[in-house]
C-alpha cells in the first residue's frame, strides 16, 4: 500500500515562491518516478513536473518551465517541488503522484497513478 502525503501549500503573492513536499510510504520509493499534477477550479487535472526514479531525468509542463524545479530525496522518500515566480494561473490543488509504470507514462493521469490528498495553493494578484 502506497500512501502519499503533500505539504507545504499556501496562499502567496504573484511572484512569490513556495515549496511543496511529497513524502511516500513506498519502501521501494527510490525505483519509481514521481510526478506533481495540478488541477484548477472548473478544469481538468493537468502534469506539472516528473522526475525519473534515480533524479537523472525531470519533465516540465510548458506553462512552468523555467520557474519550477523538482527534485527528489531518495533517502528521506521524498519528492519537492520549488516554485518561484508564482503567477494567479499556478492557483490550483497540487496533488503528487507515484508512477508504477516508469517514465513513459510520466504525463498520463489516470488512475493507474498511487495519488496524494493535494495541498492549495493560492496566487494572490
Known amino acids: 500500500q502506497v500512501q502519499l502525503v503533500e505539504s507545504g501549500g499556501g496562499l502567496v503573492q504573484a511572484g512569490g515562491s513556495l515549496r511543496l513536499s511529497c513524502a511516500a510510504s513506498?519502501?521501494?520509493?527510490?525505483?519509481?518516478?514521481m510526478a506533481w499534477f495540478r488541477q484548477a477550479p472548473g478544469k481538468e487535472r493537468e502534469f506539472v513536473s516528473g522526475i525519473s526514479a534515480s533524479g537523472g531525468n525531470t519533465d516540465y509542463a510548458d506553462s512552468v518551465k523555467g520557474r519550477f524545479t523538482i527534485s527528489r530525496d531518495n533517502a528521506k522518500n521524498t519528492v519537492y517541488l520549488q516554485m518561484n515566480s508564482l503567477k494567479p494561473e499556478d492557483t490550483a490543488v497540487y496533488y503528487c503522484?507515484?508512477?508504477?509504470?516508469?517514465?513513459?507514462?510520466?504525463?498520463?493521469?489516470?488512475?493507474?497513478?498511487?495519488w496524494g490528498q493535494g495541498t492549495q495553493v493560492t496566487v494572490s494578484s
Open positions: 503522484a507515484l508512477e508504477p509504470r516508469g517514465w513513459g507514462y510520466m504525463r498520463t493521469g489516470d488512475s493507474a497513478k498511487y
Open positions: 513506498a519502501r521501494t520509493f527510490r525505483v519509481y518516478a
